[in-house]
């Protein structure tokens, strides 16, 4: 089950850590997938060498196609204090959920494209970096999220989901902050060409439903405009034409876009949204297809995190 370290000779003396205080880590379980983000093929031997220097004893397990199911029940079923993840964005909010909130601490390390929960945990987006800092400084944290349904589909989220035609920005967001402008065009015209295809319909907490081109959820742990676990921020964008659009980009990508006049938020604990044909989403860094009606519930203790207290909110928007 484990795999042995490849970059330390079997001579070299151990140097030895102290686990936190804040929570007893006997057993420690750490699955890696290789094949994610800049996770890489050496990632298992790396985390077995750190954590072997601290008094618990480890697993650190390779997800391999095919057998993701299998493995990470196997995992919990060694009844770990803690289950580390090193993978993307999907695989670390597939694991936490089935953690729920009476299972496991699960610590999600940056090992994806976005890392949004990570980086809201340990405020890093470097591995290593966050799994010395959960080990040496974590405490239980109780993790808030929300839950989206279709009829076919039920997937969870722990920071942001973004519904509506303008989720197709989230791409061009993210090539522009790894420089690439040229993809960050090409990703622009594609969601402007989509925008305005096709309003949907949305009710917050059983009020009249009302038409929006897009609508965005916030998880508490990284929205700036609330403080407590009381729901998920709603944030309702009604851009009028293309100007709009590009003015509302701009402050997605240099400021707070609750700046925008065409942007109005609120708390809400419940969500039906509805449109003539499916709803494109990015889901916590993921993008996904809805049908044409979804529902979103707000789940107040979605799972339990070893993160620092208070969590970094490394990515809070």
Not at 168 to 178: G, T, Y
Request: charged fraction near 20%; hydrophobic fraction near 45%; aromatic fraction near 6%.
């Amino acid at each position: 089950m484990t795999e042995p370290a490849t970059d330390t000779p079997v001579d070299a003396p151990v140097e030895s850590c102290v686990l936190t205080p804040h929570v007893a880590l006997k057993r420690v379980v750490m699955l890696v997938n290789p094949l994610s983000g800049s996770v890489g093929p050496k990632a298992a031997g790396e985390a077995e060498a750190i954590l072997q220097r601290y008094a618990c004893q480890v697993s650190v397990v390779t997800l391999e196609p095919g057998q993701f199911d299998d493995q990470v029940q196997a995992a919990f079923d060694s009844n770990p204090d803690v289950v580390f993840v090193l993978a993307g964005d999907g695989t670390a909010g597939t694991i936490a959920s089935r953690a729920g909130p009476d299972g496991p601490l699960v610590a999600p390390l940056p090992g994806g494209t976005m890392n949004m929960l990570p980086k809201a945990l340990y405020g890093t987006a470097d591995w290593k970096a966050a799994l010395k800092v959960a080990l040496e400084d974590g405490a239980p944290q109780s993790v808030a999220g929300g839950e989206i349904t279709d009829g076919r589909t039920t997937q969870a989220f722990y920071c942001a989901a973004i519904f509506g035609s303008p989720a197709l920005w989230a791409p061009a967001r993210e090539a522009v902050r790894h420089g690439k402008l040229g993809l960050a065009w090409a990703y622009g015209r594609r969601a402007l060409k989509r925008a305005f295809s096709g309003q949907m319909r949305f009710s917050l907490d059983g009020t009249v439903p009302r038409r929006a081109e897009a609508l965005v959820l916030i998880s508490p742990m990284i929205s700036r405009a609330m403080d407590e676990a009381s729901g998920l921020e709603a944030a309702v964008m009604n851009p009028s034409d293309a100007g709009q659009v590009f003015r509302m980009a701009a402050h997605a990508m240099i400021d707070d876009w609750r700046q925008d006049p065409a942007v109005s938020t609120r708390p809400t604990q419940l969500v039906a949204m509805r449109a003539r044909s499916r709803i494109p989403a990015v889901v916590d860094g993921e993008p996904m297809q809805l049908r044409h009606e979804a529902r979103v519930r707000f789940i107040r203790q979605a799972f339990r995190a070893l993160a620092p207290t208070p969590p970094a909110a490394g990515d809070s928007v």
